[in-house]
């Protein structure tokens, strides 16, 4: 058996006996069994048990486990992966991944799908990339995205409370829930919340420098301070009595009034706008809750302090207010020009707040 494996070459094989992650024994039985691929370690296990442990392993991030287990869901739901799959069945669940999610043109989530089956045979399995699994898994193509979401941030300040205005008007939602969903809009705007952390009240006030500190688990970045214009302490306690405000619902508000607007644009707007007022980029980036890709913003990567957010927040508010001062420009709006009485009410609340 070892001289056949030596003239096929197989010195992945070798490598994984040498290190302990293969029984000889498990070898020689897959071998006398005739298989044409003889064993790696985990390769005879249940897929979907080895896969929730390597998704519950803690090394991801807690968004990334969560939406793990719902596309896995998916998965058993439709078929594509069973309790009977073993490890060595991967290519098949990945093959037919690609068969149902090519006609639906849902190609994002084949290719994360495919990128994670991929990570769990290296870190987890301890395949190499040269492994027979993993070279499949790879030789099945990754699908093109050819459309992406059009982005809408608000052009202006002008824009914002022409848009809340709308929502506030809108008589098919019930008065509490209007006024809520355009506290959340102002919020989402003022502030860099991804809209995720926005409703599921990840945030609250930090105590060290009297900003507003975003709880996100997306990433280790996530979880940062950002300078803090208004704070609605009322509506977070609404909402921890029971009140259920969901972004689903704020975007079909937002499609029945016809806004091209959509909850994720309100963190977009909040970078553009942060940008035009002279925020130094590398704050920017620890705002956003962002990774620089170069070498200099890995460098600069550090905990702000407060002066920094208080100088930063000054830069905000004096940009909205100088641009609330500036005639509403028509021809770049999506909504109705801004009336004074909403731009005083605004003016007043900011300085209130601060």
Known sequence: MLKEMNRNGDVERFLQLKNGKLKLIDVYHAYKAGREHLLYGNEGKNLLAELMAYTESGIHAEYTTKTTKGWLATFKKYGLISDNHVVADLPKVVQ??????????????????????????????????????????????????????????????????????????DKNVPQERREWYAEAILMMTLHPFRPTEFFQLKWERDTLTGHLRIKGTKTIQSNRVVPSLVYPQHYRESRLNGFRLAEPRLNKILRKLKSPVRSRDFRRTYSIWAEKAGIERSHLLSYMGHVGRSQTDLYQRRALTRDELDTDLVKFRTFIENELKKAPSVKQSHFAPTSEKAIRTFLQSIEADS
């Open 96 to 169: 037919g991944a690609y068969n149902y999610y090519k006609p639906r043109k849902k190609h994002d989530m084949f290719n994360l799908s495919r990128v994670y089956f991929l990570g769990f045979l290296k870190n987890h399995c301890q395949h190499s990339s040269q492994s027979p699994l993993y070279q499949a898994i790879q030789r099945i193509e990754r699908l093109k995205v050819t459309v992406r979401k059009q982005h809408n941030p608000l052009s202006t300040p002008h824009d914002l409370f022409a848009l809340i205005q709308q929502v506030l008007d």
